[in-house]
């Protein structure tokens, strides 16, 4: 029923950028939160940012001032802009959303298959 694509993801060269976007697609009537979460080689996955529908956002404290997320809510897009990148940022990153499908009342969490980020020193 929802859908999400990630892009942007790449190789970079150490305090290089790149910028992600999720864009979600389906029956979707409203998205609440959006999130960007990333799991690196042998680790868990662990949550990044996150950008409510009133733009109120959150960051993980190894990111804070280096990664900057927002959204398009009429494009139901996530961005995820990365300045600074360091060899630790290395992960698959992956976008989530809350999200309300038409013709019902509760919100569903939906995940993407995410994008490769590469970082090297």
């Known amino acids: 029923q929802v859908q999400l694509v990630e892009s942007g993801g790449g190789l970079v060269q150490a305090g290089g950028s790149l910028r992600l976007s999720c864009a979600a697609s389906?029956?979707?009537?409203?998205?609440?939160?959006m999130d960007w979460y990333r799991q690196a080689p042998g680790k868990q996955r662990e949550w990044v940012a996150s950008?409510?529908?009133?733009?109120?956002?959150n960051y993980v404290a190894a990111v804070k001032g280096r990664f900057a997320i927002s959204r398009d809510n009429a494009k139901n897009t996530a961005y995820l802009q990365m300045n600074s990148l360091k060899p630790e940022d290395t992960a698959t990153y992956y976008c989530?959303?809350?999200?309300?499908?038409?013709?019902?009342?509760?919100?569903?969490?939906?995940w993407g298959q995410g994008t490769q980020v590469t970082v090297s020193s």
């Open positions: 389906g029956r979707i009537f409203s998205i609440n939160a």
């Open positions: 989530s959303i809350e999200a309300r499908t038409t013709g019902t009342r509760t919100s569903n969490y939906y």
């Open positions: 950008i409510t529908n009133a733009g109120n956002t």
